[in-house]
């Protein structure tokens, strides 16, 4: 049997990299996903090229208020149940000085990594909490537990996702919702180019020296390694799991 056999799941940010690696994977085990991304277009190419017809696409800003409202209403009347949340919507951030940054950076960063967090979880624990039972799954970043400097905002907002985390998964314990995270390690994603400055070929050189040779195992991550965290998380292979902060990083942690 597959291992989300009748699950309902959210992912955000899944129209592509590790988000749509996650989503795919959990339509393939059997889910009803709704694809969320602030792209729709990236988010119905991705849920199409599912091939399935228990998976839809939804434009949603995770960052407001009403869309993420929205996002669980729309998938609650698809679906009539929601087990899932994965939190993968993310922005990275390129070396900036403290004294550089932005408020608007700032604010975009901790937005997006972290505020959605919170807004997933407002619209989705009531109906976890009604049917007493549910997984959320925030990932967050081995930046949030290992520093580097010039990804000052991304790091706070990455350990903002961690603690709130282990806040959220002492808090629905009771109610049989287990909250975990996963920190990926430098991955081979669209994004990874957009924490560093220079010309395509400055950055080319920056991933390999600054990120690939960074990791203990010698390469980068690839989405569908975190889409098999998440898929682990989410379901009842991990049924007595929480709070916990898996590291898939290929060593980089250490």
């Known amino acids: 049997m597959s291992l989300l056999n009748g699950k309902t799941a959210i992912v955000t940010g899944a129209g592509s990299g590790m988000g749509k690696?996650?989503?795919?994977?959990?339509?393939?085990?059997?889910?009803?996903?709704?694809?969320?991304?602030?792209?729709?277009?990236?988010?119905?190419?991705?849920?199409?090229?599912?091939?399935?017809?228990?998976?839809?696409?939804?434009?949603?800003?995770?960052?407001?208020?009403?869309?993420?409202?929205?996002?669980?209403?729309?998938?609650?009347?698809?679906?009539?149940g929601l087990d899932i949340v994965i939190n993968c919507a993310g922005v990275p951030q390129s070396f900036t000085a403290i004294e550089e940054l932005t408020l608007e950076q700032w604010d975009l960063i901790m937005n997006v990594n972290t505020k959605s967090i919170f807004l997933t979880s407002k619209y989705a624990v009531p109906i976890m909490k009604q049917q007493k039972s549910g997984s959320i799954v925030n990932i967050a970043s081995i930046a949030g537990i290992r520093a580097r400097p010039g990804l000052n905002a991304y790091c706070a907002s990455k350990g903002a996702a961690i603690m709130l985390t282990k806040a959220l998964a002492l808090e629905l314990a009771p109610f049989n919702i287990r909250v975990n995270a996963i920190n990926p390690g430098p991955a081979d994603t669209p994004m990874i180019g957009k924490f560093l400055v220079g010309n395509e070929q400055q950055k080319e050189e920056g991933m390999k020296k600054i990120f690939q040779d960074s990791v203990p195992l010698g390469r980068l991550i690839?989405?569908?390694?975190?889409?098999?965290?998440?898929?682990?998380?989410?379901?009842?292979?991990?049924?007595?799991?929480?709070?916990?902060?898996?590291?898939?990083?290929?060593?980089?942690?250490?």
């Open 21 to 80: 690696a996650i989503a795919q994977a959990f339509a393939n085990e059997g889910a009803n996903v709704t694809f969320a991304d602030l792209n729709y277009e990236s988010a119905k190419t991705a849920a199409s090229s599912a091939g399935l017809n228990r998976v839809q696409a939804i434009k949603a800003d995770v960052t407001n208020d009403t869309d993420v409202a929205n996002l669980v209403n729309q998938t609650l009347e698809a679906y009539h």
């Open 222 to 254: 690839q989405p569908d390694d975190i889409a098999q965290g998440a898929l682990y998380l989410a379901s009842d292979l991990a049924k007595m799991v929480t709070g916990e902060i898996l590291n898939i990083d290929g060593g980089r942690g250490i």
